[in-house]
């Protein structure tokens, strides 16, 4: 199990880190751009995606009481991409670090609502990183309305190919 974690955080990485590389040279009007979706924009997509992984890695982690980065950030899209990345990584050092028999172990939370959960290591980290691609995909379909042509693929499988 461990090594299944671990082998998907480090795509989930990679995954995130071609994405938001190849947004870095958006401008501005492009990021915050109104685009219909689960979220408006490219920015506050990135927001989003970057907000939920950290929550979970906070969860992970034991935090009482995660705190939604969004909230207070005042950065410029680029630095959220960043951000972003930072948490990927984060989570996987977090699956790298964990030892094997803790997979399973179940951690008690509370999710924004404020209600109470138990649920296995391996779920949530499986979790976060199944939202995070969703939340890619829709990214990708945004970049292509605003007519970005250079988007790479972040297929799992390019991933094993390139790691073989």
């Known amino acids: 199990m461990k090594e299944i974690m671990m082998k998907y955080a480090r795509y989930n990485l990679w995954a995130n880190k071609c994405l938001t590389d190849a947004m870095a040279n958006l401008n501005d009007g492009q990021a915050e751009q109104v685009i219909i979706s689960s979220f408006p924009s490219l920015h506050k997509t990135v927001l989003h995606t970057w907000s939920a992984e950290n929550v979970w890695l906070q969860r992970l982690e034991l935090v009482l009481h995660p705190v939604w980065p969004a909230a207070e950030f005042k950065g410029s899209f680029v630095e959220a991409c960043g951000n972003w990345v930072q948490s990927s990584a984060l989570l996987a050092g977090y699956a790298e670090n964990l030892p094997e028999g803790r997979m399973q172990e179940y951690i008690h939370y509370h999710d924004l609502r404020n209600n109470p959960h138990a649920t296995q290591i ?8 199944n939202h995070s691609t969703y939340h890619r995909g829709q990214l990708v379909t945004m970049l292509r ?9 972040t297929d799992y499988i390019g991933y094993v190919r390139m790691n073989k």
């Open 145 to 153: 309305q605003l007519g970005v042509t250079e988007i790479p693929g």
């Open 122 to 129: 391996a779920d949530m980290l499986q979790h976060v990183f």
